[in-house]
């Protein structure tokens, strides 16, 4: 049974983290388009 847990939680982890990566991302850009849009005004 522990091998199995391990075995389903790597790739839930390693899709977490890309998903988290992706967000990060997103957040990111949307800041900078609101930053952009602050300095324009």
Do not use: A, D, F, Q
Not at 23 to 38: A, D, F, I, V
Request: proline share 2%; hydrophobic share 30%.
């Amino acid at each position: 049974l522990s091998g199995r847990k391990r075995k389903e939680t790597k790739p839930y982890k390693e899709g977490s983290s890309t998903i988290s990566v992706l967000s990060e991302s997103l957040s990111l850009s949307l800041s900078l388009e609101r930053w952009r849009s602050m300095t324009v005004w």
